[in-house]
C-alpha cells in the first residue's frame, strides 16, 4: 500500500509512474485517484430502504497525437498501479506518440478558490436525521393535496476526495460533499395516474436541507403542487410561436440547443457551429457563459478532473461565438488552454470535455414587460423529463414541466404533456427579449453523454420569437 | 491485466462476506460479486480518439434484519474492506423500514442450457482487431457514399464478466456473460442539407457482430433523409420502423415492472387479461434467449430466468416480477431482478430481452399494403414526449414518403402523435424481421399503423 497521511498516494510513486508514462510518448498524462463514501436513502410507498457505498481507485490517462489512453484498477494498490501504467505505456509505444520529453517533473502542490463549504459533513450526521429528512418530505407532500397517493423520495450524499498528479507536477487535492434531494407525486384522478417531481442538488453539507425552499417538506409539496397542477392542465397548443421562458432550469434549452455543440470534442468533429467562431450564432442579446466555479451550484468544482482549475468561460459573447469548452486532449489538438471542463464521472471513465453550470447572463428587459408583451404563446417555468440533441444537425427537443399557455400577455391554463424543439442555431438567433433576472437553479440533474455528471443551468426570463410547440392532443 | 482481482476466489469471498454478516447480527445475507474486463475504443477519422481498457471486481451486499432491508457495495476485497462494508450494510438495515415483502431467493436450478452468452473470443481477441473494428464502423459508413462526411460519435465496446451469487437460503450460482457492441452515428452533407443516421448492434459473440453492416446502415439512414421536404398536415398511415419502434418498447418496459403496478405508478396497473393491443401483437419478455443481450441463466438474485409472455395477440398477460413483488403479489418470479448499474447497484425489477414478436410481413409486403404513407424512420426525444399518465405521445420524426406502395422522397420537421395503446391496437402489420437496440436488449420489427396524427411544419 502506498497510502500516507496527507496523499492517497505517495506523490514520489505517482511522478515516477507519470515519467515512465512521458518517455513512453505521452504529450501529457495524469494519475488520479477517487475515494468515494456515498448514503442513499430511497422511500417509496412509505418504505425506506437505506443503501451505503464505498469505492477507492485509480485512473491512469495519458494524451498523444490527438488521441487518448485510459484505464483503472480498484483500490491503490503498488502493483495494481504499475499494471495499469504499463498497459497505458504499451498503448502509447504502439500509437506512435512523439511527445516522450523526459524532463525532470517538478511537483508542487496548486490551490485556488474553494466553490462550496461544509457546515455539517455527512459522516458526522445521525442517519436517524437523514431517515427523518425523507419521512418529513412524504409526509408533507401526502398532506399537500388530498389526491397525492404515492410519493417516492430519493436522499444521496456523497463525499469525495480526488487527488490528481500530472504531468506538469501539479498535485491536486480536492474534497467535494454533494447532496441530491428529490420528491416525485402522484396522483390518481378518474383513473389516470399524475406525477411531477421536484429537486435539488447542491456542493454543501447537511445544512443546505435546512435552507428555504430545500427543507424537506418544502420540495415534497413543491412536487405535490406541480403534480396536482396536472389535474386541470390542458394539452399544449401546437406549431410554431413564442415561447417565453422562466429564470432557472429552462436554462436547459441553452444546454441542448448549442451547449454540447460548443464542447471542443464535437466542435472538432463538425458540430452544427463547427467553423463560426468570431461570427455571430446568436442574437445580440446573447451572452452565453458555462462557469464551473459558482459557489455551491452541483456543476460546480475547483478543479476538473485533469487538475485544471474551473473557470468562467464566454460562449457567446453578445451573439458573437467566443470560446468553446475544452478539455486537455481538444485544447492539444486546437493549440490552446483546456478551460477546465476535461471531466468524467468517475475513475472509471476517461475525462471528456462536459458542460459545469451553463447559463444565459442578465439582459436588460423588464421580465414582467416580456410576458405582457407576448400576445399568445407558451410560457415555461420548468423542464422535465430532459432533453436530448443531435449535435450535429442541431435538432433538439426538450420536454416542458410547469408551463402555461399565453393569452394577450397573461398566463392562462396550465399545459400537460408539452415539448419544444428546433433547430439549435435558428432558435438562437430568434431571441428577441432578455430580461434582468438570471437565476442558476442548483440542479440535482445529470447529463449523460456516454457518461453521468452534475450540471446546472439557468436563464433570465428570455423570449423566442418562434419555435416549434408539440405535445396537444 | 491489472492483476490484483483476477486472483480473487468469488466463492470463498461469498462465503466469507455470508460469515461476517451474520456475526454482526444479521438474520441473512445475500453477496453479488462481479468481475469484468472490458475495452472501449471510440474513433475519430479512422484513429483512436480514446482507447479505454480495465479491469474491475466488486461486492454489492444485502441484509435483513428482521424484514429491514440494507445493500451496501463496495470495490475492495482486502479483509478490512469486507468488514467496513458488512458494518455499513448492517447500519443500514437497521435503518431502514420494516417491510414484510422483502426476502431472498430461495435456491432453485436453472434448466435452460445452450444459452449462448459467453464467447472466449471476445476476452483472447487481440486488441488491434478491436480497434480496427472501431475503425470499420466509421470507414464502411464513407465507403458507402461520399456524402458522409461527419461522425458524431463511433464505438466499438466489449466485455466479459463473471458474476456470481450467493445468499444465506442457500443459492450459490456462479457464470461468465461476453457481449460487444458497436455504435455509428453518422452525418450525410449536400449542399446545405445536413441530416444524421444512428444504428447500433450488439451480440454474445466476436463473430456475431458485423460492424460493417452498422457503418452502411447508419450511412443509408442520413443518405435517406437528405433534402427532406415539408409534410402537410393530417392523419396517414404510419410504418414504424424496427429501430424507432424500439423505443416506444423501452418506455413500455417500465408500464409492466411488477413494482410500478403494485405501487399505482404504471396506467397498466389493473389491466391484466384485457386487450391492450391489436391481435397481431405479442411481446415477450425472455431471459433465456440463446445469445440474447439480457439473457443468463439466473436473475440478478439467482432466481432461473425464464420466458414470459407479457402480451399475447393484443391481451396483457403478465408484468415482470422479482422476488419481491411476486411474495407481496402472492405470485412466482418471473426470474426479473436486475442490477442496473452492476455490483453497485441494488436489484430493481427490470425487462431481459424484450421483444415483439415477429409476424410474417416482409418490408415490400408492408409498403404494398400501407399504400399512401409515411415511413418513420427516426423519432427524437420519446421520453421527453410522451406522457407517463396516459401514454399520450407528440415527437418530432423524420422518414420517407409512401406513395402507391413505393418510397418516394424523404419528409422531415413533422410530429407524429397518437396515445400509445391507440396506437399498439392500430397495428395492421408486423414486420419478419427483429432491429435490436438500447444495447441489444429491446427488439421490435416494423410496424404498419392504421393511422397516427401528423403535425407538419
Not at chain 1, 504531468?167 to 428529490?182: A, C, L, N, Y
Request: glycine share 12%.
Amino acid at each position: 500500500m502506498c497510502i500516507m497521511s496527507k496523499y492517497l498516494l505517495d506523490p514520489d510513486f505517482g511522478f515516477e509512474r507519470i515519467k515512465r508514462l512521458m518517455v513512453a510518448g505521452a504529450q501529457w498524462c495524469e494519475i488520479l485517484v477517487e475515494d468515494v463514501a456515498s448514503w442513499r436513502l430511497l422511500c417509496d410507498d412509505q418504505k425506506t430502504n437505506v443503501e451505503s457505498a464505498s469505492r477507492l481507485g485509480v485512473s491512469v490517462y495519458a494524451v498523444a497525437s490527438g488521441k487518448s489512453f485510459h484505464t483503472c484498477c480498484d483500490g491503490t494498490s503498488a502493483e495494481s498501479i504499475d499494471g495499469i501504467t504499463d498497459a497505458v505505456c504499451a498503448s502509447l509505444r504502439r500509437e506512435g506518440g512523439k511527445g516522450g520529453s523526459t524532463t525532470s517533473i517538478s511537483p508542487h502542490e496548486v490551490s485556488a478558490e474553494p466553490v462550496q463549504e461544509t457546515i455539517e459533513p455527512f459522516d458526522g450526521v445521525e442517519l436517524s436525521r437523514k431517515l427523518d429528512a425523507v419521512t418529513e418530505a412524504d409526509s408533507a407532500a401526502r398532506e399537500a393535496h388530498p389526491k397525492v397517493h404515492q410519493v417516492t423520495v430519493v436522499y444521496a450524499d456523497r463525499v469525495r476526495r480526488a487527488e490528481i498528479l500530472t504531468s506538469e507536477g501539479r498535485i491536486v487535492q480536492e474534497d467535494r460533499s454533494m447532496v441530491d434531494f428529490g420528491v416525485r407525486a402522484f396522483l390518481r384522478v378518474n383513473g389516470d395516474i399524475l406525477s411531477a417531481g421536484h429537486s435539488f442538488g447542491a456542493l454543501s453539507g447537511f445544512e443546505s436541507l435546512k435552507q428555504n425552499g430545500r427543507r424537506p417538506a418544502d420540495v415534497g409539496k413543491e412536487a405535490a403542487r406541480k403534480a396536482a397542477l396536472l389535474i386541470d392542465a390542458k394539452p399544449s397548443p401546437e406549431g410554431q410561436m413564442p415561447v417565453v421562458f422562466a429564470p432557472g432550469t429552462p436554462g436547459v434549452l441553452f444546454h441542448e440547443a448549442c451547449g454540447h455543440s460548443f464542447e471542443a470534442d464535437f466542435i472538432q468533429k463538425g458540430s452544427s457551429f463547427a467553423g463560426k467562431m468570431g461570427k455571430q450564432v446568436a442574437s445580440d442579446l446573447i451572452t452565453l457563459v458555462d462557469n464551473g466555479h459558482v459557489w455551491g451550484m452541483s456543476g460546480s468544482f475547483v478543479f476538473d478532473d485533469e487538475g485544471n482549475a474551473s473557470q468562467r468561460t464566454v460562449l457567446i459573447e453578445n451573439g458573437i461565438l467566443t470560446n468553446h469548452m475544452y478539455d486537455m486532449r481538444t485544447a492539444l489538438i486546437d493549440g490552446v488552454q483546456s478551460t477546465g471542463n476535461g471531466r468524467c464521472e468517475s475513475y472509471e471513465h476517461p475525462p471528456i470535455p462536459r458542460m459545469t453550470n451553463t447559463y444565459v447572463e442578465n439582459g436588460s428587459d423588464n421580465p414582467d414587460a416580456i410576458l405582457t408583451g407576448t400576445k399568445n404563446g407558451i410560457y415555461i417555468k420548468t423542464i422535465a423529463r430532459g432533453g436530448n440533441v443531435d449535435v450535429l444537425s442541431g435538432n433538439f427537443v426538450v420536454g416542458v414541466g410547469e408551463g402555461y399557455v399565453i393569452e394577450n400577455g397573461r398566463l392562462g391554463a396550465a399545459l400537460k404533456n408539452a415539448t419544444i424543439s428546433g433547430n439549435g442555431p435558428d432558435v438562437l438567433m430568434n431571441i428577441d427579449a432578455v430580461g434582468n433576472d438570471l437565476n442558476i437553479y442548483a440542479d440535482s440533474g445529470r447529463c449523460g453523454k456516454g457518461q453521468s455528471v452534475p450540471v446546472s443551468s439557468g436563464v433570465p426570463t428570455l423570449r423566442v420569437r418562434k419555435m416549434v410547440v408539440g405535445g396537444g392532443r | 491485466m491489472t492483476g490484483g482481482t483476477g486472483r480473487i476466489d468469488l466463492a470463498h469471498v461469498g462465503e466469507q462476506v455470508l460469515d461476517l454478516a451474520k456475526k454482526q447480527g444479521a438474520d441473512q445475507a445475500e453477496v453479488y460479486l462481479e468481475r469484468s474486463s472490458t475495452t472501449v475504443v471510440f474513433v475519430k477519422d479512422q484513429a483512436i480518439e480514446n482507447l479505454t481498457a480495465s479491469d474491475a471486481a466488486g461486492i454489492g451486499l444485502r441484509v435483513l434484519k428482521g424484514s429491514s432491508l440494507g445493500f451496501g457495495s463496495a470495490n475492495r476485497f482486502d479483509p478490512d474492506s469486507l468488514k467496513r462494508l458488512v458494518e455499513d450494510t448492517v447500519a443500514c438495515a437497521g435503518a431502514s423500514s420494516l417491510d414484510e415483502f422483502n426476502c431472498f431467493a430461495g435456491p432453485e436450478l436453472p434448466s435452460a442450457d445452450g444459452l449462448q452468452i459467453f464467447d472466449e473470443r471476445i476476452r483472447s481477441a487481440p486488441l488491434d482487431a478491436k480497434i480496427e473494428r472501431g475503425f470499420l464502423l466509421e470507414s464502411a459508413a464513407r465507403a458507402l457514399d461520399a456524402r458522409i462526411k461527419r461522425s458524431a460519435y463511433i464505438v466499438y465496446a466489449d466485455g466479459v464478466a463473471e458474476a456470481a451469487i450467493y445468499n444465506s437460503l442457500g443459492v450459490g450460482f456462479k457464470y461468465s456473460l461476453s457481449s460487444c457492441q458497436g455504435v455509428s452515428w453518422e452525418a450525410a452533407l449536400d449542399g446545405s442539407s445536413i441530416e444524421s443516421g444512428l444504428s447500433e448492434a450488439a451480440s454474445t459473440t466476436f463473430d456475431g457482430l458485423d460492424c460493417e453492416a452498422i457503418g452502411r446502415d447508419a450511412a443509408r439512414r442520413a443518405i435517406a433523409l437528405l433534402g427532406g421536404k415539408q409534410l402537410s398536415s393530417g392523419t396517414m398511415h404510419v410504418l414504424l420502423d424496427g429501430r424507432a419502434a424500439g423505443e416506444f418498447l423501452n418506455f413500455f418496459a417500465m408500464l409492466i415492472s411488477a413494482d410500478n403496478v403494485q405501487k399505482n405508478k404504471s396506467m397498466l396497473a389493473g389491466k391484466l387479461g384485457t386487450k391492450i393491443a391489436s391481435s397481431q401483437v405479442t411481446i415477450l419478455d425472455d431471459g433465456v434467449l440463446p445469445g440474447g443481450l439480457g439473457t443468463a441463466p439466473v436473475d440478478a438474485v439467482g432466481v432461473p430466468r425464464k420466458r414470459t409472455a407479457i402480451v399475447e395477440d393484443g391481451v396483457l398477460r403478465a408484468f415482470v416480477h422479482d422476488c419481491y413483488t411476486a411474495k407481496r403479489g402472492d405470485t412466482r418470479s418471473t426470474g426479473n431482478a436486475r442490477r442496473h448499474g452492476g455490483y453497485k447497484s441494488p436489484p430493481v425489477v427490470g425487462t431481459s430481452n424484450l421483444y415483439v414478436l415477429a409476424g410474417e410481413a416482409s418490408r415490400e409486403d408492408m409498403l404494398a399494403e400501407a399504400g399512401d404513407a409515411v415511413l418513420v424512420t427516426s423519432i427524437r426525444g420519446l421520453f421527453a414526449g410522451i406522457d407517463v399518465a396516459t401514454g399520450d405521445f407528440s415527437i418530432p420524426a423524420q422518414g420517407i414518403l409512401v406513395q402507391g406502395g413505393k418510397l418516394t422522397y424523404p419528409v422531415k420537421d413533422f410530429h407524429i402523435s397518437g396515445n400509445l395503446f391507440k396506437m399498439l391496437s392500430d397495428v395492421a402489420l408486423v414486420g419478419n424481421e427483429i432491429s435490436w437496440s438500447g444495447a441489444g436488449r429491446f427488439g421490435t420489427p416494423d410496424l404498419l399503423i392504421t393511422e397516427l396524427n401528423i403535425a407538419g411544419g
